[in-house]
């Protein structure tokens, strides 16, 4: 089962880093999550996220967090939790 949980608001190439706007709770370290933007897809575990540079284990609706990526992702892209 897939759930949409945010969306991709900024990448940074050189970190390799991903920041998501949260529309929906429920997202923590150790979850696996699927990018989606058009035809492009990819899913992957999330090893760490940080807000304002801390590392934190779970975000809510409504925050910004960043999360470091295996693969590029564009801005816009729909975040999915899958379980």
């Not at 706007?21 to 999330?46: N, P």
Request: charge should be neutral; charged fraction near 30%.
């Amino acid at each position: 089962m897939e759930k949409a949980i945010g969306k991709v608001t900024h990448f940074y190439d050189k970190a390799s880093v991903a920041v998501l706007k949260m529309t929906d709770s429920g997202l923590k370290v150790g979850d696996t999550v699927k990018f989606v933007k058009g035809t492009e897809e990819h899913t992957e575990a999330i090893g760490s996220m940080q807000i304002d540079h801390k590392d934190v284990t779970s975000v809510k609706k409504g925050e910004e967090v960043a999360v470091k990526v295996s693969s590029p992702v564009k801005e816009g892209t729909a975040v999915y939790k899958t379980e």
